[in-house]
């Protein structure tokens, strides 16, 4: 079992620049593959990025490709999503999600273990 927390979320501007990390309990996280989430308000929750076990394979929404990046460091149990060039578009409340498989998915219902979220807030 695995537990999730995020943090690094806030207020920025349009245009502007965040890390989220997404901190890991447990000594095998590296046998997860883990995804990024995103809802706002009144919609459903929405894939943003997902990376595989290792950090070798990457997938993203269309939404976010280009501008967004994700990344692992399995020694410090933790996934970062670097998001850049951000529109009030993607404010939202952010989750990551984790599953024992070595492909990434992109269907929220893949991924057994959820963190709490962190708001972002995008002021335009």
């Known amino acids: 079992q695995v537990q999730l927390v995020e943090s690094g979320g806030g207020l920025v501007q349009a245009g502007g620049s965040l890390r989220l990390s997404c901190a890991a309990s447990g000594r095998t996280f590296s046998s997860y593959a883990v995804g990024w989430f995103r809802q706002a308000p009144g919609k459903e929750r929405e894939f943003v990025a997902a990376i595989n076990r290792s950090g070798g394979v990457t997938t993203y929404a269309d939404s976010v490709k280009g501008r967004f990046t994700i990344s692992r460091d399995n020694a410090k149990n933790t996934v970062y999503l670097q998001m850049s060039s951000l529109t009030p578009e993607d404010m939202a409340v952010y989750y990551c999600?984790?599953?024992?498989?070595?492909?990434?998915?992109?269907?929220?219902?893949?991924?057994?273990?959820w963190g709490q979220g962190t708001q972002v807030t995008v002021s335009s």
């Open positions: 999600a984790a599953d024992n498989r070595y492909m990434p998915a992109t269907n929220r219902y893949a991924y057994h273990y």
